[in-house]
């Protein structure tokens, strides 16, 4: 059963570093099921426990950028466009507006 787990988080891991270059970017709408108890968990992401904070923070610190803690991330609706995503990131020490690209490093600008 541990092992059974560990190849799924790892399986998933895969995926989400993939996703942005293989263009799958519906892939969280995939559901899992706790076989222990037979009912649903929710999304691969939800049980890995990657979020878009988590994920948008991780990004921005490999492009070495300072994010000590990630509070928020909102999506910007009206900046956005189709492969073309902007957020907004709360960070502890810092907010900032990332946008993103396929395929690309992202842009990240200090709001405050």
């Known amino acids: 059963m541990k092992a059974r787990q560990h190849l799924q988080s790892i399986a998933f891991l895969i995926l989400v570093l993939l996703a942005p270059v293989a263009g799958l970017l519906s892939f969280v709408s995939i559901l ?8 649903l968990i929710g999304s691969p992401a939800q049980a890995a426990g990657v979020t878009p904070r988590n994920m948008l923070a991780a990004q921005i610190r490999m492009q070495g950028v300072a994010c000590d803690r990630a509070l928020s991330a909102v999506r910007d609706a009206k900046r956005s ?3 073309h995503e ?5 960070c502890s ?5 990332i946008s993103r690209f396929p395929d690309m490093a992202a842009k990240v600008e200090r709001l405050r």
Do not use: H, Q
């Open 32 to 39: 899992i099921v706790d076989e222990a108890f037979g009912g």
């Open 81 to 83: 466009k189709p492969d």
């Open 86 to 90: 902007v957020w907004t990131l709360k």
């Open 93 to 97: 020490n810092a907010t900032y507006r």
